[in-house]
């Protein structure tokens, strides 16, 4: 069955009681049960919902696996995950521009673990094998990581980690599952902020975690029930309805990322652009100052200024004072994070209206330039 045809049947049949095409909302915090312990498989929603039910089937169907859990948020899976499986003293590795959200759970979440996180180039294999310790609890791969949208090579890493007794994390957010399968590459557990391109239209705070066998999901699924960090069943529904239309928006997306990425990349207010070759986000640096950017991000016309990513709607943002403002100066511009790198996610409108508007803001940015030169 391909992609597209899973993302609308897989997991979702018509409603066996009335026919609906669509499932129902089930908008219920408890269950009537026959007897004491006698129900139907459900008995509060925050340990089991239908609607969050059939989201979790349907993700693990896209992903290649049986098990899913989801979340209120991206970071709410997260932490289960690093709950589940970090132990005091323990060592993670992470990218070098792992981000800022994980970071801060890592160092500051966790501070009273005395974790060791490395993090490392993770497109170079020898500085992951001399990171990965018989200490390492977890290898935490983002592949395309934020905001870089540097690829690793999954397959060889889940080799080099499994030699150590490590599991490896693979953040799919970017990706999806429509570009990129990291179970069918030896990753352990992969996570979503079911946020951006899953849900897909700004409306929903979600995450998931997905492992590949029961022994691996047993823990992170007792957290979920345990913590109680569970989305509501109409922002289930709401995953679900736009999980329908994932591969028709990625493709999108990723045309206009890459048309995006060649304009950029052709123009002289540039430095550097960021594009994997797939996908759809571009960041670049801005040849500029950060007083350069702020004028930029602030002012396009279809490119929001905002956290997050992922939706129909184009967004912009500047990570060094947004989503990784968490990580100290010093260490972002050590990392290679710069301020004046501008991340953006192209959203489904027209090509070239979004290139346009871009080009617009660079344009000014230019001639104020030139009237500080010359004044």
């Not at 890592?106 to 993770?122: E, G, I, K, P, S």
């Not at 994390?169 to 352990?188: I, K, R, S, Y």
Request: proline share 5%; charged share 20%; aromatic share 6%.
């Amino acid at each position: 069955m391909h992609f597209a045809t899973r993302a609308i049947h897989a997991a979702q049949p018509s409603d066996p009681l009335t026919g609906a095409l669509i499932a129902p909302i089930y908008q219920t915090s408890t269950y009537e049960q026959d007897s004491p312990g006698v129900n139907l498989g459900f008995d509060y929603s925050r340990t089991n919902n239908p609607t969050r039910q059939r989201l979790e089937e349907v993700l693990a169907e896209l992903e290649g696996v049986a098990h899913c859990a989801v979340f209120a948020s991206g970071l709410a899976a997260e932490h289960a995950v690093l709950h589940a499986y970090l132990r005091p003293n323990d060592e993670v590795v992470v990218p070098n521009d792992v981000y800022g959200g994980t970071y801060r759970l890592l160092t500051r979440v966790f501070a009273n673990f005395n974790l060791t996180v490395t993090a490392v180039d993770t497109t170079d294999l020898d500085a992951v094998r001399n990171a990965v310790t018989g200490k390492t609890r977890l290898v935490w791969l983002e592949s395309p990581t934020n905001p870089r949208l540097i690829v690793s090579d999954i397959k060889a890493i889940c080799e080099i980690a499994h030699q150590q007794g490590a599991k490896v994390v693979v953040d799919n957010t970017f990706a999806t599952p429509l570009f990129q399968q990291p179970f069918a590459l030896g990753a352990d557990i992969v996570v979503h902020s079911v946020t951006k391109y899953l849900a897909g239209h700004s409306d929903v705070i979600q995450g998931a975690a997905l492992a590949r066998d029961a022994a691996t999901f047993e823990p992170i699924k007792f957290l979920q029930n345990a913590i109680g960090a569970v989305p509501a069943p109409l922002d289930c529904w709401l995953t679900l309805r736009g999980i329908k239309t994932l591969e028709l928006r990625m493709q999108r997306h990723a045309a206009n990322a890459a048309a995006i990425a060649d304009a950029l990349g052709a123009h002289p207010a540039v430095s550097r652009v960021y594009y994997p070759g797939f996908g759809g986000m571009v960041s670049f640096e801005l040849a500029g100052t950060v007083g350069d950017v702020t004028a930029f991000v602030s002012t396009r016309r279809f490119f929001a200024l905002g956290e997050s990513l992922g939706g129909v709607k184009s967004l912009v943002c500047h990570p060094a004072r947004m989503t990784h403002a968490s990580i100290p100066a010093e260490r972002r511009i050590a990392l290679g994070l710069s301020d004046t790198l501008i991340r953006l996610s192209p959203g489904v409108e027209h090509a070239a209206d979004l290139i346009e508007d871009l080009v617009e803001g660079l344009r000014i940015v230019q001639e104020k330039r030139s009237e500080l030169i010359t004044a």
